[in-house]
């Protein structure tokens, strides 16, 4: 949109970040861990799983022989064939969920990426819907004096900040959580060497409910996009014939209240999916 007023340029630049970070975001959550950035950030993260593993496997023999002094009220009992079978079986399990955790991780976000994309399917959207400010505003804001324009800069300067925060504000949150898949990535050997032990197993079950909750805050994310689409395709309405910083107040104080609907869900997606989950 071409306009030489100072006004309108400031709006469009606000609206034009909210469009920019929106559709970031869409980019962000179709992308997986490998390929965010790169994939620079991944390939440390692999490494460093790698290297944890061996502290993994200590510690899954640790867990193991409290489980096993624990359950097991005397020797005897040990010997007993089916003691024996329960408790190597659960020993195996656990060196198997630790040695492929990286493995079961990555096919768990798979599940849950093939939920975001199925949602994005049904829901008929392939990406975010622009922003744009409405012509009557435009022409209504070019058609003023210079004393008329003074409270429409103020108007401005408040909408087009309220705007540039929230978009930032919820770029963040998405942000926030690639950067918690990757600490649970990194993490994950110490946590699933807990499974070792009966006493010790609600440990790696609470991490791996955490980590699918993780997952899907994209699907939230995703859902809350598409609300504020089908907000945004049919944009605030605007009075033609009422004075330009009522039409340019009305517009923005509508579309912010829109925004902080989105910025809001983005922000609580995690706290809605451990609600779900019963976390």
Known sequence: MESDNWVVQNLVN??????????????????SPENF???????????????????????LVLFFVVGVVKTCGSFTEVKKPEHAVKIF????????????GLEL?????????????????????GG???????????????????????????????????????????????????????LYTAI?????????GSPSQNVGISFLKSYAAVCLEGAII???????????????VVDPDAAAVTMVWGYIGELIFNMLVLTGAVKMS???VREMMGL
């Open 37 to 59: 950035k790169g994939g620079g950030i991944w390939s440390a993260i692999v490494n460093i799983h790698g290297a944890l593993q061996a502290i993994g496997y200590a510690l």
């Open 89 to 100: 079986v659960r020993f195996a399990i656990a060196k198997g969920v630790v040695t492929y």
């Open 270 to 272: 995690d706290r809605v």
């Open 222 to 236: 995703v859902l809350a996009c598409i609300i504020f689409t089908l907000f945004a395709t049919t944009p605030p």
């Open 14 to 31: 606000a609206l034009n970040t909210w469009n920019e970070k929106l559709a970031e975001i869409w980019q962000i959550i179709t992308q």
């Open 128 to 182: 975010a819907q622009e922003t744009v400010l409405p012509q009557e505003i435009v022409t209504a804001v070019e058609d003023c004096g210079f004393f008329e324009s003074i409270p429409l800069w103020a108007v401005t300067l408040i909408g087009s900040l309220f705007i540039t925060v929230l978009s930032f504000i919820m770029i963040m949150s998405v942000y926030g959580r690639f950067f918690r898949l990757y």
């Open 105 to 125: 991780m990555m096919a768990l976000f798979e599940i849950v990426q093939g939920v975001t994309s199925t949602i994005m399917g049904s829901a008929g959207f």
């Open 188 to 196: 994950a050997p110490v946590p699933l060497s807990t499974f070792a």
